[in-house]
Nanobody, 129 residues
Framework: QVQLVESGGGLVQAGGSLRLSCAASGRTFSNYAMGWFRQAPGQEREFVAAIAAITWSGSRTHYADSVKGRFTISRDNVKNMVYLQMNSLKSEDTAVYSC???????????????????WGQGTQVTVSS
């Protein structure tokens, strides 16, 4: 099975930046679409960003409207890592951020939690204002 471990969360001021990392086990990492989701207290888990496996869609990226232009998802298939660079952070970005892996890719479903087969435990991001 695939193990995902997030890191890089912390406390930042509004307008600041953080880079989240997700380390994945498994030699087939490069075949998985990878996503970042977040969940704030009292809210449902929310899609943030995703990046397809190059074998499926040439590492096509997707972003929630709320983070578009501020966050960037990337992956390093050699290191089995996926990253979320978060810039211009807002207090509304405060949440637990989790990475997830999907064995299949769907443009329609990429934003849906049920596409993903494996989940990390999450890392807390707190943005103060």
């Amino acid at each position: 099975q695939v193990q995902l471990v997030e890191s890089g969360g912390g406390l930042v001021q509004a307008g600041g930046s953080l880079r989240l990392s997700c380390a994945a086990s498994g030699r087939t990492f490069s075949n998985y679409a990878m996503g970042w989701f977040r969940q704030a207290p009292g809210q449902e888990r929310e899609f943030v960003a995703a990046i397809a496996a190059i074998t499926w869609s040439g590492s096509r990226t997707h972003y929630a409207d709320s983070v578009k232009g501020r966050f960037t998802i990337s992956r390093d298939n050699v290191k089995n890592m996926v990253y979320l660079q978060m810039n211009s952070l807002k207090s509304e970005d405060t949440a637990v951020y989790s990475c997830a892996a999907a064995a299949t890719y769907s443009i329609v479903r990429i934003r849906s939690t049920d596409l993903y087969d494996y989940w990390g435990q999450g890392t807390q991001v707190t943005v103060s204002s």
